[in-house]
């Protein structure tokens, strides 16, 4: 069957996954906004992707901080209360048989007051964002830029919310260090104008990456974490690196440097060349051996495609599995995939 390769299970660290089918981790809004904690209807609809037969479920953004939080009705992991509203949701998951990771999302500069308590926002340095707030519809406050004892202290948010996942039952984490948040403000030119050690050249720039990557792995594993980056950013849209082949370089010289197996390139677009003809995630198969996740408008047939030739381990879909909890079981029964309409799945936890 022209999907297979999608279903073949594989062991990757310590998870056995049923399938190579991931779910993307997605921003739903549904958490408890005064307390960041997560209820029945967001346990069940972890559950009913696990019992659809997703291998792997990287859960939405969930915030390691108060001041991480860039829309309404993100979860977090900075509580006690908050993970143990989360146990749920992994002991649902492991019930049928899933293996689920946390999603850990700081939004630095791209947030507002109002949002995370009438402080400033959080950014390497004092440059504001443009555009609006996702949900509150003000423009991005003016960030203040943090100094190196606020930044020991987000790394050790980082490693507290680490904490609070593996005793949430999660079964690892994955560092969202893409699409224009705060680490990968951290390590854009664009947004870090820093002279110290957390700025001025490209190492500097990833040093918090590599910060939080080394914290974290400490606490959860190296096995069993994964980090999330990408040239795309949320706030920027057509952003390109100046020198892709390099930037990845020097990502991929990190990521070995502090020992991590798994890696997610994030784009939008799977089959959209980024040099030399190549796609991202092609780029990153040239030179890393670990396991790579695929994500980026991902079809049942492009992905398949993909894990055959080699080219990823495991391949993510956001959308689809969103608008299907069904998703798995119809492309086993080869039925036609639900299409993913905005208006329509957005608005409830399927
Ligand atoms: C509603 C929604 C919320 C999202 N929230 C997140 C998020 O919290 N963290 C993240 O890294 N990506 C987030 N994304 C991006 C997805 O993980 C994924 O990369 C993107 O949707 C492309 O995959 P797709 O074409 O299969 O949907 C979100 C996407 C959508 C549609």
Redesign the pocket.
């Known amino acids: 069957m022209e999907n297979q390769a999608l279903l073949q299970n594989i062991n990757i660290g310590p998870w056995k996954l049923r399938s190579r089918i991931t779910m993307?981790?997605?921003?739903?809004g549904f958490a408890n906004d005064v307390t960041g904690t997560v209820g029945e209807e967001v346990v069940t609809y972890y559950r009913r992707r696990a019992r659809d037969g997703v291998g792997l479920i990287i859960t939405?953004?969930i915030t390691p901080s108060p001041q991480g939080k860039g829309t309404f009705g993100v979860p977090g992991l900075y509580t006690k209360e908050q993970a143990d509203s989360w146990r749920k949701v992994t002991e649902a998951v492991h019930e049928e048989g899933g293996t689920i990771i946390a999603?850990l999302?700081h939004v630095g500069r791209l947030t507002h007051p109002d949002l995370i308590g009438g402080l400033a926002p959080q950014a390497p340095s004092a440059i504001q964002a443009e555009g609006l707030v996702h949900k509150l519809r003000k423009p991005f406050a003016m960030p203040a830029a943090m100094t190196t004892d606020e930044i020991r202290e987000l790394v050790s948010q980082y490693t507290l919310a680490a904490k609070h996942a593996m005793e949430a039952g999660f079964d690892g984490v994955e560092i969202?260090g893409?699409?224009g948040y705060i680490i990968d403000q951290f390590a854009s030119p664009i947004t870090n104008s820093r002279i110290d050690n957390y700025g001025k050249d490209r190492e500097g720039r990833l040093r918090l990456m590599k910060e939080v990557l080394s914290a974290v792995g400490e606490v959860v594993g190296m096995d069993r974490l994964s980090i999330?980056f990408s040239e795309l950013k949320d706030d920027q849209t057509g952003y390109r690196w100046q020198e892709p082949e390099r930037e990845l370089d020097a990502y991929l010289y990190l990521f070995r440097e502090v020992g991590l197996g798994i890696i997610h390139p994030?784009t939008?677009s799977f089959i959209t060349p980024v040099a030399g003809g190549l796609s991202l995630h092609e780029l990153v198969r040239q030179r890393w051996n670990g396991a790579v996740i695929g994500?980026?408008?991902?079809t049942p047939s492009s992905a398949s495609d993909a894990i055959v030739a080699g080219v990823i381990d495991l391949a993510?879909?956001?959308?689809?599995l969103?608008a299907d909890p069904d998703f798995v079981q119809r492309l086993r029964t080869g039925q036609p995939q639900i299409p993913y309409e905005p208006t329509l799945h957005?608005k409830h936890l399927l």
């Not at 993307?24 to 739903?28: G, N, S, V």
């Open positions: 993307a981790p997605m921003t739903r939405e953004g999603q999302w969202h893409a699409h999330r994030s939008n994500v980026g408008g991902l993510a879909f956001g959308k689809p969103l957005l």
